[in-house]
């Protein structure tokens, strides 16, 4: 272990140290390939979470030469994003040393040079609301659900300063930062099953759909709702329709797709979650042999930019199809390998619809408005 000036670094791999500049401009000595840095707390202010960042790209690795055809549709350039250059990951083990155990390779799950990563443990995760959302601490100490646990510390985090965010058991073949252009605001995928696929997210600080997924969350756990609903995906979803009725009521969750103005100030991208049918017949692209001959059926289920609805719901795809859609194609929900809901890297994981039987709004009404103005009174959020 190294140190410097209060700053502890942990080295995962045996490589030689090299020093690495902060944004304090205090030198610290890093891993040459993937360092973690864990700042000590202040008299002035707590840094919240684990951070890595990666240095440099070993072309030796297994996974290091991922080819993809994807390239975002876009007339605005990617030079300029207003969504903040961090990655937040959240889950169950105590450190990161405990993540590269189960993803060794960040970039495998879109990481690249550019993106500051920081990981939320269950200790980190619930010290974060304390401190900016401490209405929802009661609510989250209850949860035995390890995948609830995660919903609400990613929204919150996301809804106070933005970034990005993927599950731990993601698997992309695009770097997350050629996911958004300069336009973007919020990024999500349209789950396959129930309601926003949660498990990746963009945001751009104070943004309104993050904001309205979290007024959403409160309502959740303020009345009764049905049980088989899953709060992320759910709660998404109704804070992305709010955002529609509010800023552009012309559009509706059952018709809008890929990227689009939402009022003056939103810029929605949407991708789309797809069940593979006949997988092996959709080349070894988009359903390598591994998962072909799964017999776990979410290694089924792959992620597409799909703005003309030219989806892979056909049970015998031409070559043309195939091609199409290899074209539109950013990496599946699961990493290969995965045999199970969760893939052992969260506590109760989601178990998503067609698995269980499905309820949306139940009708009942909140004791007490929860609304945007709440959220962000309770956040310190600026209008």
């Not at 993601?170 to 958004?180: F, I, S």
């Not at 099953?193 to 104070?206: F, H, M, R, V, W």
């Not at 591994?290 to 017999?295: D, E, I, V």
């Not at 052992?344 to 309820?359: A, C, I, R």
Request: hydrophobic share 35%.
């Amino acid at each position: 272990m190294c140190s410097s000036n209060g700053f502890f670094f942990f080295v995962l791999f045996s490589t030689p140290c090299f020093a690495l500049s902060v944004s304090s401009g205090t030198q610290i000595e890093a891993s040459a390939s993937q360092s973690l840095v864990r700042r000590q707390e202040s008299d002035l202010a707590r840094v919240f979470g684990e951070s890595i960042k990666l240095h440099r790209v070993d072309h030796t690795r297994p996974g290091a030469h991922i080819i993809s055809k994807f390239r975002l549709n876009t007339s605005v350039g990617q030079k300029h994003l207003k969504i903040p250059k961090q990655l937040i990951l959240t889950g169950p083990f105590a450190s990161m040393r405990e993540v590269f155990q189960h993803r060794g390779d960040l970039r495998l799950m879109g990481v690249t040079q550019e993106l500051h990563v920081r990981y939320f443990n269950n200790t980190e995760c619930h010290a974060y609301l304390e401190e900016y959302m401490p209405l929802l601490v009661k609510f989250y100490n209850k949860q035995r659900h390890g995948a609830y646990k995660g919903d609400i510390c990613r929204t919150a985090i996301l809804a106070r300063e933005g970034g990005f965010y993927v599950d731990l058991d993601m698997q992309l073949v695009a770097p997350l930062l050629d996911l958004v252009d300069d336009e973007t605001t919020f990024m999500t995928a349209k789950s396959g099953t129930e309601g926003c696929l949660n498990a990746i997210i963009a945001a751009s600080p104070g943004n309104l759909v993050m904001l309205n997924t979290l007024a959403e969350m409160e309502k959740w756990f303020q009345y009764e709702h049905d049980e088989n609903e899953l709060l992320g995906p759910v709660t998404m979803q109704r804070g992305l329709e709010n955002t529609l009725a509010a800023e552009c009521p012309e559009k509706n969750w059952s018709t809008v797709r890929g990227q689009f103005k939402c009022g003056a100030n939103n810029a929605v991208r949407l991708f789309q979650e797809q069940h593979l049918p006949n997988c092996e017949q959709w080349g070894s692209t988009l359903c390598p042999s591994m998962r072909a001959r799964s017999g776990f059926e979410g290694q089924k289920y792959a992620l597409f930019d799909l703005p003309h609805n030219h989806g892979v719901q056909i049970t015998h795809p031409s070559a043309e199809d195939i091609a199409l859609n290899e074209q539109v194609f950013i990496g599946w929900p699961r990493f290969e390998g995965c045999d199970g809901w969760g893939c052992g890297l969260t506590d109760h994981p989601d178990v998503p619809y067609g698995e269980v039987s499905h309820h949306y709004y139940n009708g009942k009404k909140s004791k007490k408005s929860v609304t945007v103005d709440w959220v962000k009174n309770h956040m310190h959020i600026a209008n």
